[in-house]
């Protein structure tokens, strides 16, 4: 595996590579990689011949008040994961080779509809940063898929959308959550969890399992659903953000008459906030 830090460099490894005849495809983390990243990447591996993964702590998707001095970089480990996950190049770029116009000076990619509400209230301009970065992804190495995971569910949406509405020729693949044995949904910011915070966290994705088999048995009063699992969280130590059960395409809030749902949760335990969701069809006997 190879490791370039700028984009000449990752350019000429990228053309390289297309000259053989091989088929691209780019895994986009910012690092601290767990096995959900492992598995994307591997993913990946099995689908193309020539896996671009990147690591970059996005500054642009980090509110004023979020983590970004704190977030983990541990690029020797992850290189070690990347390599035994089959990557073939690693594209590691400090902010002045991503945004070399300063951060005030970076034409921002706004994508409509999917990135309001839920996370995009929760945290103002993180999917703008997001969605800004990923176009840059996707211009410098141009890759033929690229892999995400669905634990970001309203991200993968909002990546999807743009790929669709700037005519971009990116296949994307949402890769299932990886989780612990307990069902946590792993994430980077897992490390940041106490003991006895570890030992509630799971209590997420109980819950959203509760709220999926109580609609699959044919409840349909939403706000109930919601309000008995936001008791649970709130005796559990939470602060809730939101819960909503949403239409898994288009992301508006879910009607009674609808088949594809998705249930979306983020709460904060002591500081550090947690996502999951869960895919609910209604057309599958639960």
Same mark, same amino acid.
């Given at each position: ?13 990228? /053309? ?8 691209? @495809?780019? #895994? $986009? ?31 642009? !998707? ?15 480990? *992850? !290189?070690?994961? %990347?390599?035994?996950?089959? @990557? ?11 945004? $070399? ?12 509809? =999917?990135?309001?509400?839920? @996370? ?13 970065? #990923?176009? +840059? ?13 669905? +634990? ?16 971009? $020729? ?10 612990? *044995? ?16 570890? /030992?509630? /966290? ?5 819950? %959203? +399992?509760?709220?999926?088999?109580? =609609? ?7 706000? +109930? ?25 288009? %992301?508006?809030? /879910? ?6 749902? =998705?249930?979306? =949760? ?11 969701? %869960?895919? #609910? ?6």
């Amino acid at each position: 595996m190879k490791t370039v830090k700028s984009v000449r460099d990752l350019r000429a490894a990228v /053309a390289e590579a297309r000259a053989e005849g091989k088929q691209i @495809c780019l #895994v $986009p983390t910012m690092g601290n990689l767990h096995a959900g990243h492992a598995a994307l990447v591997a993913k990946a591996a099995q689908r193309t011949d020539f896996v671009v993964a990147s690591i970059f702590v996005n500054p642009l !998707q980090f509110g004023p008040s979020e983590d970004l001095d704190t977030y983990p970089r541990t690029l020797l480990a *992850d !290189q070690e994961k %990347l390599f035994e996950a089959g @990557c073939n190049l690693l594209f590691t770029p400090d902010v002045e080779e991503m945004y $070399p116009n300063g951060l005030d000076g970076q034409t921002r990619v706004r994508v409509a509809g =999917v990135s309001e509400g839920l @996370c995009g209230a929760s945290r103002p301009g993180h999917f703008e940063g997001v969605a800004t970065a #990923v176009s +840059k992804l996707f211009n410098m190495v141009q890759p033929d898929l690229a892999i995400f995971g669905q +634990k970001d569910y309203q991200q993968l949406a909002v990546i999807r959308t743009l790929v669709r509405d700037l005519n971009m $020729p990116i296949q994307i693949i949402g890769e299932q959550t990886v989780r612990a *044995d307990d069902g946590l949904a792993l994430s980077s910011r897992n490390g940041y969890l106490t003991p006895e915070q570890r /030992a509630a /966290a799971p209590l997420l994705y109980r819950t %959203l +399992k509760e709220i999926a088999a109580a =609609v699959q048995a044919g409840e349909r009063d939403y706000a +109930k659903l919601i309000a008995a699992a936001q008791e649970q969280h709130s005796a559990a130590g939470f602060r809730p953000d939101y819960l909503e059960i949403r239409e898994s395409n288009s %992301l508006r809030p /879910a009607q009674t008459d609808d088949h594809q749902l =998705v249930i979306l =949760v983020a709460a904060f335990i002591g500081n550090t906030r947690l996502i999951d969701n %869960l895919v #609910v069809d209604l057309n599958t006997p639960g």
